[in-house]
T-cell receptor, first 113, second 114 residues
Framework: GQNIDQPTEMTATEGAIVQINCTYQTSGFNGLFWYQQHAGEAPTFLSYNVLDGLEEKGRFSSFLSRSKGYSYLLLKELQMKDSASYLCVTSADRGSTLGRLYFGRGTQLTVWP | GAGVSQSPRYKVAKRGQDVALRCDPISGHVSLFWYQQALGQGPEFLTYFQNEAQLDKSGLPSDRFFAERPEGSVSTLKIQRTQQEDSAVYLC????????????FGPGTRLTVT
């Protein structure tokens, strides 16, 4: 199975930097994703890490350490529109459904002016 | 179409009624997933289709849940004799290839069972 742990809530102010941590335990691992979900909307893909290290994409960066079962999402220059739930997601590498996603419960980020 | 669409967006059902939720994936996408998202939780896997074949239905919570994708495009998730615990958002996602890592989600159907 998959066990994914991330904080329930975080707050930050506009222009600041915030780091959302995620730890996971998996029976098979084929990568870690971060998805963003605004209230009442569908999750949208942010990043994907399958190798250790940092992946940078504009204001967002994602880090993975497979040996530690640890990832973080770093958001820089926060904007009000970044207020959303951020979902830490793993993908299995075995079983009948390659690509099946396992979601954490999400971290609700609130950005204040 | 431009993305994954789902209908209806909102559904209120009385306990015991049957409901059918529709998903139109991105044209040509091979893989289709259904997820259930309870309030304040992350989505949980229900079932997976590769074209018209339902390859994994291990996440369906009971035999009241049934999904189909007869022609390998549109999919329908049916819930029979709905119960209050079925109240949730039902999300559909598609991906281009079997091993594609990026899934595109629809807006979901919010089901409320009264």
């Amino acid at each position: 199975g998959q066990n994914i742990d991330q904080p329930t809530e975080m707050t930050a102010t506009e222009g600041a930097i915030v780091q959302i941590n995620c730890t996971y335990q998996t029976s098979g691992f084929n990568g870690l994703f971060w998805y963003q979900q605004h209230a009442g909307e569908a999750p949208t893909f942010l990043s994907y890490n399958v190798l250790d290290g940092l992946e940078e994409k504009g204001r967002f960066s994602s880090f993975l350490s497979r040996s530690k079962g640890y990832s973080y999402l770093l958001l820089k220059e926060l904007q009000m529109k970044d207020s959303a739930s951020y979902l830490c997601v793993t993908s299995a590498d075995r079983g009948s459904t390659l690509g099946r996603l396992y979601f954490g419960r999400g971290t609700q980020l609130t950005v204040w002016p | 179409g431009a993305g994954v669409s789902q209908s209806p967006r909102y559904k209120v059902a009385k306990r015991g009624q049957d409901v059918a939720l529709r998903c139109d994936p991105i044209s040509g996408h091979v893989s289709l997933f259904w997820y259930q998202q309870a309030l304040g939780q992350g989505p949980e896997f229900l079932t997976y289709f590769q074209n018209e074949a339902q390859l994994d239905k291990s996440g369906l919570p009971s035999d009241r849940f049934f999904a189909e994708r007869p022609e390998g495009s549109v999919s329908t998730l049916k819930i029979q004799r709905t119960q209050q615990e079925d109240s949730a958002v039902y999300l559909c996602a598609s991906s281009e290839r079997v091993s594609s890592y990026e899934q595109y989600f629809g807006p979901g159907t919010r089901l409320t069972v009264t």
